[in-house]
């Protein structure tokens, strides 16, 4: 697998090249780290999935409320061996939402993230974790059908304590400059974000 996140970043990066400053650590990791950078029992950081969920139409954007961060987030968490990267992404989507309808969003290839982002994490003690890094590939996805929209949305009790579409204009504003730089990529593409 990080042969496949070493991969996916480049190709990221050959897409936002802009970004290869902010993105040097996790490329560094990924390059010299004798750790598995995949592996959640890595503290110098991992590398975990997610998706910005959007309706067939592409106007809603699937959030969930991090119970724990208390903070409303796209669907995601840490990788778990044995998946894709992207397959990880689809799957804390249908772990957190119970949205089981998903598909690569036509706008957007399956094999490249519309995002990656390296953010710190406090130490938890609770679960003997010390502060480490998430860097954090996220995946575009839609949701499949014209009803999927519609599927039942049920969160999942231990993580998340809220599951909503939302427009996809209510991501701006939101103070979360991931949400913003997204917003930017998705308008790059065609979708309009209000």
Same mark, same amino acid.
């Given at each position: ?29 990924? =390059?010299?780290?004798?750790? =598995? ?49 992207? =397959? ?28 990656? =982002? ?77």
């Amino acid at each position: 697998m990080r042969h496949q996140a070493q991969q996916q970043l480049r190709d990221y990066l050959d897409l936002f090249p802009a970004e290869r400053q902010r993105l040097q650590a996790l490329s560094l990791q990924l =390059d010299e780290d004798p750790q =598995d950078p995949l592996s959640r029992a890595n503290m110098r950081g991992h590398v975990t999935t997610s998706a910005i969920v959007l309706d067939a139409a592409s106007a809603r954007v699937l959030m969930i409320r991090h119970r724990i961060i208390g903070r409303w987030l796209q669907p995601g968490g840490h990788y778990e061996p044995g998946q894709s990267l992207w =397959d990880s992404a689809c799957r804390e989507v249908r772990e957190e939402t119970g949205l089981q309808t998903l598909r690569a969003h036509p706008l957007w290839a399956a094999a490249v993230p519309l995002d990656i =982002d390296s953010h710190a994490i406090a130490a938890n003690p609770r679960k003997g974790e010390g502060a480490h890094w998430h860097h954090d590939y996220a995946y575009l996805l839609q949701a499949g059908g014209d009803d999927a929209a519609a599927e039942a949305l049920q969160a999942q009790e231990q993580e998340v304590d809220g599951v909503a579409w939302w427009p996809l204009a209510q991501l701006a504003g939101q103070g979360e400059p991931r949400f913003d730089a997204v917003l930017a990529k998705l308008r790059a593409l065609g979708l309009s974000a209000g």
